[in-house]
Nanobody, 124 residues
Framework: VQLQASGGGLVQAGGSLRLSCTTSGRTFSSHTVAWFRQAPGKEREFVSAIYWNENVGRYEDFARGRFRIIRDIAENTVFLQMNSLKPEDTAVYYC??????????????????WGQGTLVTVSS
């Protein structure tokens, strides 16, 4: 599975962005798809995840209520809708995937496939 993350860009605080994670060569099926992010000088951290077959989103505390993970079956894409963005949301955002669900969906080590990352910059 090859993942492509896109949709990053420069936005003012309070604005919105929608990130996309798509695959080439294979469709999402029994996958868990997640978003992680890494800010300059910081470790990669979990943002959100969704198990394709259940369509239930999981969120880190900072993302809950502002971000929404969306599974689009027709487009074989997982979106991360980010609203009310803050300067501290500035980071490279990565999508990741693995077969089947996992209780440790928040751990980067659980994921087999990674996209290349897309940069989100939120100005104050």
């Amino acid at each position: 599975v090859q993942l492509q993350a896109s949709g990053g860009g420069l936005v003012q605080a309070g604005g919105s962005l929608r990130l996309s994670c798509t695959t080439s060569g294979r469709t999402f099926s029994s996958h868990t798809v997640a978003w992680f992010r890494q800010a300059p000088g910081k470790e990669r951290e979990f943002v959100s995840a969704i198990y394709w077959n259940e369509n239930v989103g999981r969120y880190e505390d900072f993302a809950r209520g502002r971000f929404r993970i969306i599974r689009d079956i027709a487009e074989n894409t997982v979106f991360l809708q980010m609203n009310s963005l803050k300067p501290e949301d500035t980071a490279v955002y990565y999508c990741a995937a693995r077969l089947y669900r996992t209780v440790a969906y928040y751990m980067a080590s659980q994921y087999t496939y990674w996209g290349q990352g897309t940069l989100v910059t939120v100005s104050s």
